[in-house]
C-alpha cells in the first residue's frame, strides 16, 4: 500500500506543478529545406536558403546573404498565465571576417517572443534577446548581451545591454543563445544561456553567459494566449543558424498550488482511493486463485479419465496380444501335426 502511495501523491505532484514542467517541444533542425521554408513566416525572401552542408556536424542549417528574421508559424503558445516559460533556442555559426569600424555593431543571434507570424519589420512589438559585438567611438571593442521588450515603433527602450569582455564570441566557433521567457504579471524575466561549442558544432566548449534579467511588459505580451517564437541573424555575424527550438510550459495544466488543506485532503482521498484499490486487487486475486484450483481439478479429473482410458485400452492390447498367441500357437500345432500324418 505504502508503494501505491507513494505513486499516487508523486502523480499528484506532478500534476499540481505541470504547468511549471517544459512540454510542448519544438525542434527545426533544417535537415528537410521545403518543411523548413513551410514552417517559417521570413523576413527578405529570396536573401535567406537551406543549406544542406552548412549546420552542426555538417548537417541542414539556414543561411542567409544579408539579413533574416524567422517566425516559427506552426505553433502558438499562451504566455497569459503568470509563472508560464516559454524557452527558445537558436544555435549560430560566428563569423567576423571584417573588423568592426568606431561606433558600429555586430549582431551574431538574436531570439524572441512576438504576437503574431506577421511582425516581421524593423519595427515590431517583441521580446527579445541578442547577442552582439559593439565597438566604442573610440574604437574600443566589447561583446554585448541586448535585449527587453520592444513595442513599436520604439519610443523609451525598458530593456538592457550588458558588456562582456571582447572574443567573449569568437568567431568560427557555433554558439547557442537558449532565452527562458517568464510571466511575471506586468513583467518578464529572461534567463539567458550562451553556450559554445567547437567549429563542428556538436562538442561542448563552455558556458560563456548565464544570467537573469526582467523588464516592464510594455506592449501586453503577458496577456497573449497565441504568441509567436522566432529568431533572426545577419551575413556579418554568423554563417548559419541550426537546430531551433521551443519548449513552454504545460499549456492545459492546472492553474497553481494546492492549498495545505486541499493537499491534505487529497491525500486523505488517496489513501482512500488505494485501500480500496488494495481490496479490490485482493479480491480479484481470490478470484484468479479459486479459477485456477477449478481449473486445476478439471484437469487433474481430465488425467484420471484418461489414465483410466488407457489402462483400459491396454487391457485389450494384452487380451489381443494374447489371443494372438494362442492363434498363433494352433496354427503351429496344426502344421506339426500335419507333417506328422504325411509320414
Not at 563569423?95 to 512576438?114: C, F, N
Not at 519548449?247 to 488505494?274: F, H, I, R
Request: charged residues 20%; proline residues 2%; contains cysteine.
Amino acid at each position: 500500500m505504502k508503494k501505491l502511495l507513494t505513486v499516487f501523491v508523486a502523480l499528484l505532484s506532478l500534476q499540481c506543478i505541470s504547468s511549471y514542467a517544459f512540454a510542448e517541444d519544438v525542434l527545426v533542425d533544417f535537415e528537410d529545406a521545403t518543411a523548413a521554408k513551410a514552417g517559417f513566416e521570413g523576413l527578405n525572401q529570396g536573401f535567406y536558403f537551406i543549406n544542406p552542408y552548412g549546420g552542426r556536424g555538417n548537417s541542414g542549417a539556414i543561411s542567409t546573404n544579408w539579413f533574416t528574421r524567422q517566425n516559427y508559424k506552426v505553433k502558438s503558445f499562451d504566455f497569459s498565465k503568470v509563472n508560464t516559460s516559454i524557452t527558445v533556442s537558436t544555435f549560430f555559426n560566428v563569423s567576423a571576417d571584417q573588423p568592426l569600424s568606431p561606433q558600429t555593431a555586430r549582431t551574431y543571434g538574436e531570439v524572441y517572443l512576438v504576437p503574431s507570424a506577421s511582425e516581421l519589420g524593423s519595427n515590431i512589438n517583441k521580446a527579445f534577446v541578442s547577442f552582439n559585438s559593439n565597438s566604442s567611438a573610440t574604437g574600443i571593442l566589447t561583446d554585448n548581451l541586448f535585449g527587453g521588450s520592444l513595442a513599436a515603433p520604439g519610443g523609451t527602450f525598458p530593456g538592457f545591454s550588458r558588456d562582456y569582455l571582447p572574443s567573449t564570441f569568437k568567431p568560427g566557433f557555433w554558439y547557442e543563445l537558449k532565452v527562458t521567457f517568464t510571466n511575471l504579471g506586468s513583467m518578464i524575466r529572461y534567463e539567458i544561456i550562451i553556450n559554445e561549442y567547437d567549429a563542428g558544432g556538436l562538442n561542448f566548449v563552455q558556458n560563456v553567459v548565464h544570467t537573469t534579467e526582467t523588464t516592464t511588459d510594455v506592449f501586453g505580451l503577458t496577456k497573449d494566449t497565441e504568441v509567436i517564437a522566432g529568431f533572426a541573424f545577419q551575413v556579418s555575424g554568423a554563417k548559419a543558424a541550426d537546430d531551433f527550438s521551443i519548449s513552454a510550459t504545460g499549456q492545459n495544466a492546472c492553474e497553481g498550488m494546492y492549498t495545505e488543506t486541499e493537499l491534505d485532503q487529497s491525500v486523505a482521498t488517496a489513501v482512500s482511493q488505494v485501500e480500496a484499490s488494495k481490496n479490490i486487487i485482493i479480491e480479484e486475486q481470490k478470484q484468479k486463485i479459486s479459477a485456477l484450483e477449478e481449473s486445476i481439478t478439471t484437469l487433474q479429473a481430465n488425467v484420471d479419465a484418461k489414465d483410466a482410458l488407457l489402462a483400459t485400452k491396454e487391457a485389450i492390447i494384452k487380451q489381443l496380444i494374447d489371443e494372438l498367441d494362442d492363434l498363433q500357437r494352433s496354427h503351429n500345432n496344426k502344421k506339426r501335426n500335419k507333417h506328422n500324418s504325411n509320414k
